[in-house]
């Protein structure tokens, strides 16, 4: 029976395909580094109290990224280069989900439209991480090989999401809250579909690694193209709510160091 257990067990037993699937992640995490990093870089001065969570974002994200590097270096395999359609986070700046790089490659600074924003897409997005990483969690979390990091990376994804909703609240509270709204919905719609098409292209890459036979690749198909019409009608509702979290300045203090996998 098809599972989403099942699925990832195949992907993490075979070298070729777990090698593709650290790859994509590790690249994903290390762009998100990137970005954060340049975002903390060009807080406007009215916002600069918010910089050091953006860094630590950033810090974390890096720490995902060598996490997923150090998986393939213990398995024995070096990181491939990720297939174009597979790349997450590249595909959603080039539809205009987060900041446009030609933006943060230049030294100017933000504006305080700007960092909601990158805000409101980083919920959304965040929203993506923390669901998949719960998924992980529950079914992997005491994995002997990739355990340690399915714990970490899914707290600090939950930090990730927390921090969104509590800065989102307070943008809201100073009059950003039209504009907030309407950033989540088109960020939501857009990131859907967007993740409805990588799903596709990291399964077809998978399927061929692993020799899927064509019913089952077709199920698999029909399966991703099933939950993006689910969230197109009613699951990306989930990605634009906001609530005071749980985790209260989740994001407050220093990134915690990436485990050793030797």
């Not at 720490?63 to 998986?71: D, E, P, Q, T, V």
């Not at 030294?107 to 992980?136: C, F, G, K, N, W």
Request: charged share 25%.
């Amino acid at each position: 029976m098809l599972s989403a257990k099942s699925l990832f067990q195949e992907i993490v037993d075979n070298d070729e395909s777990f090698r593709l699937f650290c790859s994509i992640a590790a690249s994903g995490e290390t762009q998100g580094g990137w970005e954060n990093a340049r975002i903390a870089a060009l807080v406007p001065e009215s916002e600069r109290g918010l910089a050091p969570k953006i860094t630590r974002h950033g810090a974390d994200e890096d720490k995902h990224g060598r996490i997923f590097n150090a998986l393939m270096k213990k398995r024995g395999v070096t990181p491939v280069e990720i297939p174009p359609e597979t790349d997450y986070t590249m595909l959603l700046e080039k539809n205009g989900i987060g900041l446009a790089h030609d933006k943060l490659k230049r030294d100017e600074p933000l504006t305080v439209p700007d960092i909601v924003t990158y805000l409101s897409h980083s919920r959304v997005t965040e929203q993506r991480a923390a669901d998949q990483m719960v998924m992980l969690r529950k079914d992997f979390g005491d994995h002997p090989e990739i355990g340690k990091a399915v714990r970490m990376i899914s707290n600090d994804e939950d930090n990730h999401l927390a921090y969104c909703h509590e800065e989102l609240l307070r943008f809201a509270a100073a009059g950003h809250g039209p504009a907030i709204q309407r950033t989540l919905r088109e960020c939501a719609l857009a990131e859907i579909r967007i993740y409805r098409d990588v799903s596709l292209a990291v399964m077809g890459h998978m399927g061929r690694i692993l020799g899927w036979p064509k019913p089952k690749a077709s199920a698999l198909a029909a399966g991703i193209h099933a939950m993006y019409l689910y969230e197109r009608g009613f699951g990306w509702r989930r990605m634009v709510s906001l609530a005071v979290p749980e985790r209260r300045d989740a994001l407050g203090g220093p990134a915690s160091a990436a485990p050793e996998f030797a």
